[in-house]
């Protein structure tokens, strides 16, 4: 199966059910708040669910680069399967979790579980899709993110209806026993093959496995792509983890409503933005090799008077408007971050590269996602996600300076 033809496209398919999982499971905690705090009195506190919510991305981040070493000298089928695995096992024992604490270790081992998957599932699609249907490629299994991000915002609505801890149930055993499916048809595939090490010396084993990290870090072209990486990410982050309590709070909705409202629009958007971006991408790249970085501007653009407009609108109008520009540039820049990476550093440390990127990307998430905390509780959440479009700006620029590709798609 793993030489026909169709097989690439159903790599794609089958990890975007994964990546589905991978943001329905970690997005719709921030949902189902106000059911649980029922149960979980210490989640009344938005600085506690702020740190909560922090406590995931931290780990997820700092073991992001971890993950991505690893995916680049080992199978990415394995480390996907078990990723999958682990994650939705936590998922389930949260549903058995009575205190803050077991709620909140349970969390940091999500972002340990889940940081094995993004590096080693874009790497593997990047393998089996090169030149022409890259982005594509990307961009559908980038939807899958998005729809799993929408469907979290269901999680309030299916709490309300039955219970959260039903709710954390049957997402974990959904996604463990999806993972069996993984392991029957998931094939790998690495486009080069990695340096051994003789003699199975494991301190040379280790300064091998790290190589990569210095060669990466010698690239001045790389750090220019952390930064455009890390910027959007501050804004991006606070929509996923923040954007239901703005709806909430500014149209005075119930959390019930607001949720899937909140996420619905804003990853329908990124649904649409990612699928423009990635066939735009793909075929501007053969005219001019900026391509991907021009449609990845365009993007970014369009956050700027989103972010704008979810600050400071109080009408439904300007708070929906907000969402939908947001989501769309935002999908289109998410989707042309691997393949902008791909024309700068080779095969054998893309994995790495992207892990390094989700180290930047995510802390400054974390960052941003507590210190919204303490801004909802000081009545300045608005005003300080319009602030953010300032760090979007910084980013755009440092990529039209920088970034001059020599190639598509970057070999050894």
Same mark, same amino acid.
């Given at each position: 199966?793993?030489?026909?033809?169709?097989?690439?496209?159903?790599?794609?398919?089958?990890?975007?059910? *994964?990546?589905?999982?991978?943001?329905?499971? #970690?997005?719709?905690?921030?949902?189902?708040?106000?059911?649980?705090?029922?149960? !979980?009195?210490?989640?009344?506190?938005?600085?506690?669910?702020?740190?909560?919510?922090?406590?995931?991305?931290? &780990?997820?981040?700092?073991?992001? %680069?971890?993950?991505?070493?690893?995916?680049?000298?080992? +199978?990415?089928?394995?480390?996907?399967?078990?990723?999958?695995?682990?994650?939705?096992? *936590?998922?389930?024992?949260?549903?058995?979790?009575?205190?803050?604490?077991?709620?909140?270790?349970?969390?940091?081992?999500?972002?340990? /579980?889940?940081?094995?998957? &993004?590096?080693?599932?874009?790497?593997?699609?990047?393998?089996? =899709?090169?030149?022409?249907? #890259?982005?594509?490629? !990307?961009? &559908?299994?980038?939807?899958?993110?998005?729809?799993?991000?929408?469907?979290?915002?269901?999680?309030?609505?299916?709490?309300?209806?039955? /219970?959260?801890?039903?709710?954390?149930?049957?997402?974990?055993?959904?996604?463990?026993?999806?993972?069996?499916?993984?392991?029957?048809?998931?094939?790998?595939?690495?486009?080069?093959?990695?340096?051994?090490?003789?003699?199975?010396?494991?301190?040379?084993?280790?300064?091998?496995?790290?190589?990569?990290?210095?060669?990466?870090?010698?690239?001045?072209?790389?750090?220019?792509?952390?930064?455009?990486?890390?910027?959007?990410?501050? %804004?991006?982050?606070?929509?996923? +983890?923040?954007?239901?309590?703005?709806? /909430?709070?500014?149209?005075?909705?119930?959390?019930?409503?607001?949720?899937?409202?909140?996420?619905?629009?804003?990853?329908?958007?990124?649904?649409?933005?990612?699928?423009?971006?990635?066939?735009?991408?793909?075929?501007?790249?053969?005219?001019?090799? #900026?391509?991907?970085?021009?449609?990845?501007?365009?993007?970014?653009?369009?956050?700027?008077?989103?972010?704008?407009?979810?600050?400071?609108?109080? /009408?439904? %109008?300007?708070?929906?408007?907000?969402?939908?520009?947001?989501?769309?540039?935002?999908?289109? @820049?998410?989707?042309? +971050?691997?393949?902008?990476?791909?024309?700068?550093?080779? %095969? #054998?440390?893309?994995?790495?590269?992207?892990?390094?990127?989700?180290?930047?990307?995510?802390?400054?998430?974390?960052?941003?996602?507590?210190?919204?905390?303490?801004?909802?509780?000081?009545?300045?959440?608005?005003?300080?996600?319009?602030?953010?479009? @300032?760090?979007?700006?910084?980013?755009?620029?440092?990529?039209?300076?920088?970034? =001059?590709?020599?190639? &598509?798609?970057? *070999?050894?």
């Amino acid at each position: 199966m793993k030489d026909k033809k169709f097989y690439p496209w159903l790599v794609v398919g089958m990890l975007w059910f *994964v990546a589905l999982l991978n943001y329905l499971d #970690r997005q719709m905690l921030s949902t189902m708040k106000p059911s649980m705090m029922i149960d !979980i009195p210490e989640l009344i506190s938005a600085q506690n669910f702020g740190r909560l919510m922090a406590v995931f991305l931290w &780990i997820y981040a700092f073991m992001s %680069p971890i993950s991505g070493i690893i995916a680049d000298r080992l +199978n990415r089928k394995w480390m996907i399967v078990g990723s999958l695995f682990v994650w939705s096992g *936590v998922t389930l024992l949260m549903g058995y979790a009575t205190t803050f604490d077991q709620i909140y270790a349970l969390r940091a081992i999500m972002g340990v /579980s889940e940081a094995f998957y &993004i590096p080693a599932g874009l790497a593997l699609i990047a393998d089996y =899709h090169q030149g022409k249907t #890259r982005s594509l490629a !990307i961009g &559908i299994h980038t939807t899958g993110i998005y729809l799993g991000q929408a469907l979290g915002g269901f999680g309030a609505t299916i709490a309300l209806a039955f /219970s959260w801890q039903l709710t954390f149930h049957s997402f974990g055993l959904l996604g463990m026993g999806y993972s069996v499916i993984l392991m029957i048809f998931l094939r790998e595939k690495k486009a080069y093959v990695h340096e051994t090490v003789q003699g199975n010396n494991i301190f040379k084993e280790l300064a091998s496995s790290f190589k990569g990290i210095g060669v990466l870090l010698g690239n001045i072209s790389f750090w220019v792509i952390l930064f455009y990486f890390s910027a959007p990410s501050l %804004p991006g982050w606070a929509t996923k +983890n923040w954007l239901p309590t703005l709806f /909430s709070d500014s149209l005075h909705l119930d959390m019930s409503q607001a949720g899937p409202m909140s996420t619905i629009t804003i990853a329908m958007a990124s649904f649409v933005g990612v699928l423009i971006g990635g066939v735009l991408s793909d075929k501007w790249v053969q005219k001019n090799l #900026r391509g991907r970085i021009y449609t990845g501007v365009i993007g970014l653009s369009l956050t700027i008077p989103a972010l704008i407009l979810l600050g400071y609108g109080h /009408s439904f %109008p300007t708070i929906l408007g907000g969402a939908l520009c947001f989501g769309l540039g935002f999908g289109m @820049f998410d989707v042309n +971050n691997m393949p902008i990476l791909c024309q700068f550093v080779s %095969p #054998r440390y893309r994995a790495t590269g992207y892990g390094l990127m989700n180290l930047v990307g995510i802390a400054s998430g974390a960052f941003i996602t507590n210190l919204l905390g303490k801004s909802f509780d000081s009545g300045n959440l608005g005003r300080d996600f319009a602030i953010l479009g @300032f760090v979007v700006v910084v980013a755009i620029v440092l990529q039209l300076t920088m970034l =001059h590709p020599k190639q &598509i798609d970057k *070999v050894d």
